[in-house]
């Protein structure tokens, strides 16, 4: 504003407080240090407007040239020589009050009469367990061999205060599960390979900002769009590979129909738990699959949680980021997130056993391949060698305090896999980093592409393991 | 700088193509499917304009529609669900010489690849995109798209699709740099075919939304426009679609309409009358193409390159 007055007039500083964005410019730019930035949260518009001592100020015009905002900090009119700032009490009223403090309300667990058991689809078991976890929000974007369970989500949720979005596509969808997850909400998808990939940056941002989120991928083959078979070449992805940055997040393979259901009640859990999204990681085939299925005896009423971006008055300081920019608090927040990794793989680590007592040839395998090779190990022991099957449940973290115990002594391992050898990789790294050099001798077998391993298949390669090391000792 | 060479042509005899030279595989698609027809009058095109099969790519993202280029027997993109355009605007930054189709399906244009659809309208690369708008995703068996009608119940909105539909011939007629708008139905070939034409000679983005039917999932939605020839109103002008009279006589609601008057085509596009208005609704041959600016230098010397890369290279000496 250029003044038409002859007389040299300095400008006074005025502030329009809703117009100011609290960017600290002026502040830099005062060398009378009368500006700070403020402390009270401007309630138009939410930003924290600075504060000016004018009894400091000598009106040399700094601030105003610095001030980026056209209606922010202004040349004060010349005919208001005497105008004083006026205290934001009198302009706005009182000052707002501060919210209280957030509370966590905790879920509680509803007793469910007994329920006969029912005939389902994997799928359908999972949007099942879904519902019984009291998860009341799903985003979901359709894909074979996938699609059932979001279908029924859509059936089953609008009749019980949930909703059902199909989002336009599956990176609409994980930003919905931030978006969901943020404000302290149960929330899930139901996704196939190519959906999952696209879904990486998001799980990403919301292990950053540490956001619960059940995402269920039901491996199809790959690379590319692949086919609908099942395929475990998604593993890698899961257990290594969430998007960006250091990332993990716990991955549960489940085996049968039922633990479609029950599983999906675990990851709920754990997601809360530890903030973090938690992984379902199931085949094409498994989610076809049709099982016998009993139901638990409850269903989640969720609490909800302090930290959310709820949306009421409460959570009102919350903020869900995963950005931060110095340096040191990211490291910091990196290594508060290997905490969790730690305390996750202290805890969570879950298998399945099936005659691995005294077995001297371990079958490893989960999903599908699990079942296949849970046959072979009956056939196997029928014909008198000591077989046995260990099955990861959760894949990361691997189970490897079982692992060890049960490889303990044995002579051979088979580790049979639809997929490219990404569960004998984990295995690998687990023994590995566990310190356990003298491994048994360690075989595979494996199809891509959809095709699954067979049962007489895995009784044959290990029949043939069995052939070809000595008796007596273990390697 | 190493740009590639523009003349891409081998010394080749004169050759005459037949329909077989376009045929690719047995089309897969459910019998009384719309997309068969429109892979005909592709195919017939290609023929009549003696499209060399080499110098020809169908390009689709993935859906039904979208086994498109498997059935031609040129070169062929099946790519990512909802990325058709950036693959057909890659292949034509460099590659001018090249004729490029474009299918694509209403899920995988408007979902899940409308922020490609936006941006691929404002390049006006030179190509034909077929939007194959059945109303329905086909290929996951039948769940809504951005199409479906408002209360079509499908898989994924049991208890009917509960927002309006999403217009995309009004969609394209609203962003930038479009170019040639159009729209035909599958079941009358000799409009098809000429719009398909049209679209071919358009030296930019023809966008060309093909109501398609899908007996499978979506039967009735064009059920009484295909009964009754009246609730197709034909848009017409001298620098229209010119379709054989003998394919478009049936149609008795029709609409004198300039090609240039975008105002008027997006009052067509609205179809407030409750009518599919078949024919071109825009056209401007003088919007700026994108590969005109990304086919610069591609026909440079070596001589030439190596000079201006010396040039840039200078910049850095000390
Ligand atoms: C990333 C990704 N998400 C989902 C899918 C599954 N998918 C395949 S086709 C399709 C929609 C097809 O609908 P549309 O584009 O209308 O084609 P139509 O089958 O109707 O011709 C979907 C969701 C996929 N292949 N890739
Ligand atoms: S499902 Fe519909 S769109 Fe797909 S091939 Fe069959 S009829 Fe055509
Ligand atoms: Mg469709």
Redesign the pocket.
């Known amino acids: 504003m250029v003044s038409t007055n002859k007389k040299k007039v300095k400008p006074r500083p005025l502030l329009f407080p809703h117009f100011c964005k609290a960017c600290g410019r002026c502040i830099t730019a005062c060398p009378k240090d009368c500006i700070e930035m403020g402390t009270e949260i401007d309630p138009v518009t939410g930003c924290t407007p600075v504060v000016i001592d004018r009894s400091l100020c000598n009106d040399c015009g700094l601030c105003l040239t610095a001030c980026p905002e056209p209606y922010g900090l202004v040349p004060a009119p010349q005919d208001t020589e005497d105008f004083e700032l006026q205290d934001p009490e009198d302009l706005f009223g009182a000052r707002r009050t501060t919210a209280p403090e957030p509370i966590s309300i905790p879920d509680e667990r509803l007793p469910l009469p007994p329920l006969e058991s029912m005939i389902l689809k994997g799928n359908h078991a999972t949007a099942i367990g879904a519902v019984l976890a009291g998860c009341r929000h799903f985003f979901g ?4 061999p996938s699609t059932e369970g979001a279908e029924l989500i859509a059936k089953l949720l609008p009749e019980l205060d949930g909703m059902f979005v199909q989002a336009v596509s ?1 990176v609409a969808a994980v930003n919905m599960m931030y978006g969901c997850g943020g404000a302290g909400l149960r929330c899930m998808t139901l996704t196939s390979s ?2 999952f990939s ?1 879904m990486l940056e998001g799980i990403s941002y919301m292990i950053g900002a540490e956001l619960p989120g059940v995402f269920f991928n039901v491996m199809r083959g790959g690379p590319g ?1 692949g086919n609908i078979g099942p395929e475990q070449a998604d593993i890698k992805l899961v257990c290594r590979g969430l998007g960006h940055g250091n990332t993990h997040a716990i991955v549960l393979a489940p085996a049968t129909p039922q633990e479609m259901l029950d599983l999906t009640i675990v990851a709920f859990d754990l997601a809360f738990e530890y903030r973090n999204p938690v992984i379902l990681a199931s085949d094409g085939y498994l989610g076809q699959m049709t099982g016998r299925v009993r139901l638990p005896e409850f269903i989640v009423k969720p609490g909800l949680p302090d930290w959310g971006v709820y949306g009421d008055e409460m959570h009102r300081r919350n903020l869900n980021t995963s950005i931060i920019l110095i340096e040191p608090d990211l490291e910091k927040h990196n290594l508060h997130l290997n905490r969790k990794y730690q305390q996750m793989s202290d805890a969570e680590q879950r298998s399945d056993s099936f005659r691995c007592e005294n077995a001297e040839w371990i079958v490893i395998a989960c999903n599908t391949p699990a079942r296949m090779a849970k046959g072979a190990v009956q056939e196997l022991r029928g014909r008198g060698i000591n077989a046995g099957l260990f099955r990861p449940i959760t894949l990361w973290p691997f189970p490897i305090d079982a692992a060890r115990s049960v490889l303990r002594g044995v002579k051979g391992v088979l580790v049979v896999e639809a997929g490219p050898g990404q569960l004998e990789d984990e295995l690998r790294l687990a023994l590995s980093h566990a310190g356990v050099h003298d491994l048994p001798r360690i075989e595979r077998l494996r199809h891509h592409g959809g095709v699954l391993p067979q049962q007489q298949e895995i009784v044959e390669a290990v029949s043939e393991l069995a052939a070809s090391v000595p008796t007596g000792g273990a390697a | 700088m190493f740009g590639l060479k523009k003349d891409w042509s081998l010394d080749v005899l004169p050759r005459y193509f037949t329909l077989e030279d376009y045929e690719g595989g047995v089309a897969r698609w459910c019998p009384g499917c719309g997309d068969h027809g429109v892979l005909a009058a592709v195919q017939r095109i290609c023929r009549d304009e003696q499209l060399p099969p080499e110098k020809t790519i169908a390009v689709s993202g ?5 086994r498109f280029p498997h059935y031609m027997h040129t070169y062929g993109f099946h790519g990512l ?1 909802g990325r058709p355009l950036p693959v057909a605007c890659g292949i034509k930054s460099r590659r001018p010489d090249l004729f490029v189709w474009v299918a694509t ?4 244009c408007c979902s ?1 690849g409308a922020g490609h659809w936006i941006h691929a309208v404002r390049y006006n690369m030179n190509m034909v995109v077929m939007l ?1 708008d ?1 109303n ?5 068996k039948n769940q809504t ?1 951005p199409t479906s009608k408002q209360g079509q119940v499908t898989n994924t909105s049991p208890r009917g699709a509960w927002l309006p539909p999403l217009n995309p011939t009004l969609t394209t007629l609203g962003m930038a740099n479009v170019s040639f708008v159009a729209q035909t139905v599958d079941w009358n070939p000799v409009h098809v075919h000429a719009t398909l034409l049209a679209a071919f000679h358009h030296p930019g983005f023809s966008f060309v939304r093909i109501f398609q039917r ?1 007996p499978q999932y979506t039967s009735g939605v064009f059920e009484a426009a295909q009964r009754d020839p009246s609730l197709i109103q034909l848009v017409e002008h001298e620098r229209g679609i010119q379709a054989d009279p003998a394919g478009t006589k049936m149609y008795t609601t029709r609409i004198e309409h300039d090609p240039g008057d975008i105002e008027q085509a997006r009052h067509i596009a609205h179809g407030e009358n409750g009518c599919l208005s078949i024919g071109l609704l825009f056209q401007d041959p003088e919007r700026p193409r994108y590969e005109d600016m990304t086919t610069q230098g591609l026909d440079m010397t070596t001589e030439e390159k190596v000079r201006a890369l010396e040039a840039e290279f200078d910049r850095f000496a000390i």
């Open positions: 974007y359709p894909i074979t599956e190519p959906g696209l769009l | 993935i859906g039904c529609s979208s669900h399906g209403d899920g995988d899940i194959f059945n329905v995703y086909g290929l996951t798209s899908c």
